[in-house]
Every structure is written in structure tokens, then in C-alpha cells.
T-cell receptor, first 112, second 114 residues
């Protein structure tokens, strides 16, 4: 089955700096890669996603890149703000199974 | 904006008791999911449900677990005889269609088995 690895597990940045979170996946058939933000006590909220026919996608301060050959994808947050502090999860969806496989999560702390 | 809702938000139960976790998916969605998250760990897939039947389940989803869509709006997860290791956050999710579609998650039910 699919295996998704996520790094780093914790990330601390100064407000205004950029943050990058990286994920690798194992199943070359995976074709959809969402990123979720989870605040304390809440469910995962989709912040951006990318499909395998696209190499990069941007939404304001958030961008995601995908390298299908290397089987990795990354989340980039620019001009970080304290409210960006949360746990971020990457996930992969493949045709092999009707399910999302999640990475281990990254706790992002943005220091004012 | 439509959202997935879950009840209760917290549930405390004794080991061996049955629990039912309830979810109301987004109204026009067709695919439904349960995931769990043990404290501090990753979100893990339990089961997917489509067209009134299970379409996929993980190794975690053993005979103690069952799902049901008893009416047009609710989607439930039942644990027949809870174990200590069932303590976790349980998330329901739904999506509109198959394939590369966004899954929307509910706020979760925190289950504590004593």
C-alpha cells in the first residue's frame, strides 16, 4: 500500500519568514495530493491540493510543488503569521485504494 | 458553507461498552469515510462507504467496528466492545464524487476508553 513520509516533524520560524514542509510517497499511481491544516481540537481543514498533471499550484501565501519522478511534494508558506501555527498534514490519494494516506504531520510554530 | 458535523464532541466509556459515533456528511456528498487519530500520531484510514456498502477498509477496522447509513443524512461508526487502545479522535469525512475529489473532514469525536 501507499506510504507517505513527512519532514520535519516540528518547524519553528520567525513571523514573516518562509516555511517549507516536504513529503514523499511510495505509490507511483498516486495522483492527488492534498494538504490539511489542523488546529488544536479541530478536524483537518484542506488548505491546498495538487493533482498529478500539475507541477505547482499557488494560493496567495501558500504554494505546493509536485515532482512525480522523485515522488515528492512540498508545501511552501511565505510571510508566515502567528495564525499559521498549527499541525500540517500531507496526504496522497491513489487509484489502488479508495482512501487518503496521511503523512505523520508537521507542527509549525510561528514566533511573533 | 456546508460542513461535516459530528456528535458527540467527547465520549468517555468503560472498556467493553459499545459506542456509536455519529456524523452528518455534507448533504449532496456520496462518499463517506471514517479516520482515527491516536493522540500525537498521524491520521489513519478506517473505512470508506459508498452506495450503502463498505468499499474499502483498513486492518484496524476489524469485526468490532461497523458502519451504517441509517437514513439519508446520518453516517455512524459503531464499536461493539471498546478496548483501551480505541481511545483516539475519530474523524468523519465526505466527498462529492469518486477519484481526485476533496475530502471534507468533521471536527472529530474524542473517545476515551477507561
Amino acid at each position: 500500500g501507499e506510504n507517505v513520509e513527512q519532514h520535519p516533524s516540528t518547524l519553528s520560524v520567525q513571523e514573516g519568514d518562509s516555511a517549507v514542509i516536504k513529503c514523499t510517497y511510495s505509490d507511483s499511481a498516486s495522483n492527488y495530493f492534498p494538504w490539511y491544516k489542523q488546529e488544536l481540537g479541530k478536524g483537518p481543514q484542506l488548505i491546498i491540493d495538487i493533482r498529478s498533471n500539475v507541477g505547482e499550484k499557488k494560493d496567495q501565501r501558500i504554494a505546493v510543488t509536485l515532482n512525480k519522478t522523485a515522488k515528492h511534494f512540498s508545501l511552501h508558506i511565505t510571510e508566515t503569521q502567528p495564525e499559521d501555527s498549527a499541525v500540517y498534514f500531507c496526504a496522497a490519494w491513489g487509484n489502488a485504494g479508495n482512501m487518503l494516506t496521511f503523512g505523520g504531520g508537521t507542527r509549525l510554530m510561528v514566533k511573533p | 458553507e456546508p460542513e461535516v458535523t459530528q456528535t458527540p464532541s467527547h465520549q468517555v466509556t468503560q472498556m467493553g461498552q459499545e459506542v456509536i459515533l455519529r456524523c452528518v456528511p455534507i448533504s449532496n456528498h456520496l462518499y463517506f469515510y471514517w479516520y482515527r487519530q491516536i493522540l500525537g500520531q498521524k491520521v489513519e484510514f478506517l473505512v470508506s462507504f459508498y452506495n450503502n456498502e463498505i468499499s474499502e477498509k483498513s486492518e484496524i477496522f476489524d469485526d468490532q467496528f461497523s458502519v451504517e447509513r441509517p437514513d439519508g443524512s446520518n453516517f455512524t461508526l459503531k464499536i461493539r466492545s471498546t478496548k483501551l487502545e480505541d481511545s483516539a479522535m475519530y474523524f468523519c469525512a465526505s466527498k462529492l464524487a469518486g477519484g481526485q475529489e476533496t475530502q471534507y473532514f468533521g471536527p472529530g469525536t474524542r473517545l476515551l476508553v477507561l
